[in-house]
C-alpha cells in the first residue's frame, strides 16, 4: 500500500495535574500554568479540521518533538538549545511517534455533557462554558475518575467450562483413537474368484474451434480475436497507465509534534482488455472402448482419420470374490496382476475393520 498524506490537524494532551485539556502544541497546561510532561501521550481531537496555515502545516511536518535531557522542557524538532533552560538538545528524547489514534473525526461530534454542573458543550470544548471544569474523557466533578471496580467472575465459575473444554477434548480423542484402532484390525477370509471384469478405452482426438477468454497481450498470434472489454487485472503499489486510484479510510497518527497528520492507504487498480477468440485445438471427438467378463484383455482397434490422433488410453480391472460372509471386490492395478485370478480359484483375503480388501495371497 501507498500512504497517501490528506493534511494535518491538532491534537490533544490532557495535564495529568489539573486534567484541563490542552491543544497538542502548547508545551504549558491553560489551568495550572504546568509544563507537559514527557511522559503524557497525545490525544485524537473529538472533531478534526485539516490545518490551512503554512507555518502550522510547516510545524507539523518537523517531526517529533525534543524533550530538553536537562529540564525536559519540551522544544521544536528544529531546536538546537532548550527555550526553558537554554541547554543543547544534542542528547534530547525524541517524542514517540507513528501511532495511529483513529479513524479522521471529520464529521461534528456531540455535545460534551460537564460532569460537575451537567452544561452541554460543543466537542470541541476544552473545559466547560459554565464553571470552567475540564471535559477530558474520565474525568468527573473536575477530578480524574476512579478506575471503577469492574466485578470479575468467582474462580469456580471460570474453572467451569475450562474443565468442559478438557472433558470434550478427551472425548474427542477416544473417539478419533478408536476409530484408527478399528480400521487398523484386520481379519481374513476365504474368497473364491465369482467374476471377472475388464475395460479399456481410447480416446480419438481431433482439430476444432475452441473459444477462450483471455487478456489482449496473452492471446494467441494465430488466434481469431472476438469481442474485447475492460476489465479489473491486477493491483499496483504504484501509479501506472490505465489505473485507478483506491484508498481506504483516511486516519490519524500521532507525528510527536502535537500534530496529526491524516493519511491514507491507497493502491492502484490497473484495468486491462480481457478479449475473447477462438483457436484450433485437440479435443476429445470420440472414446473407443473394449471390455469384458472373460478372456485376456485386448486394446479397441483404432481407425484415425488425417486430422484425427490417438489421445489418453486407459485401463480399469475388477475381481469379485465370495465368501461365507458376502461379496468382496478386489481392484488389480495392472494387465500382469489380473491375469492371475481366474474365475474358481481361491484367495486368502485380508480385511481391514471397514469391510474393504487390504491383501490377496494364493490359497494354500
Known sequence: MTKKSVGYVNMLWTCPRCTTRNPGPQKYCNGCGAPQPPDVAFEQAPEEKLLTDAEEIARAKAGPDLHCPYCNGRNPATAKFCGACGGGLAGGKAREAGKVVGAFRSSPAAPVVCARCGTSNPAASLKCAQCGASLAPGV???????????????????????????????LCGLA?????????????TIGVV????????VAIEGLQAVEHEGWQDEIPSDASVGSCREEYRYTSQQPVANSVEVCGTPYTVDTGSGYGEVVQD???EVYDYQCSYTVEEWAVIDTIVSSGTYGSPAWPSISLASNERQGDARESYSVVFVTDDGRYTYTPESAAEFSYFPIGS???LELSGFGSITGVEPAP
Do not use: K, M, N
Not at 470479575?152 to 472433558?167: E, G, H, K, M, Q
Not at 478419533?176 to 480400521?183: D, H, K, P, R, Y
Not at 465369482?194 to 478405452?201: P, T
Open 140 to 170: 468527573t466533578g473536575g477530578v480524574p475518575a476512579a478506575a471503577s471496580a469492574t466485578p470479575t467472575a468467582t474462580r469456580s465459575a471460570r474453572r467451569v467450562p475450562v474443565i468442559l473444554l478438557i472433558v470434550l477434548a478427551a
Open 176 to 188: 478419533v483413537l478408536a476409530i484408527v484402532l478399528f480400521a487398523s484390525r484386520t481379519t481374513e
Open 194 to 201: 465369482d467374476s471377472v471384469d475388464w475395460e479399456r478405452s
Open 266 to 268: 491507497c493502491a492502484y
Open 346 to 348: 481361491q484367495w486368502v
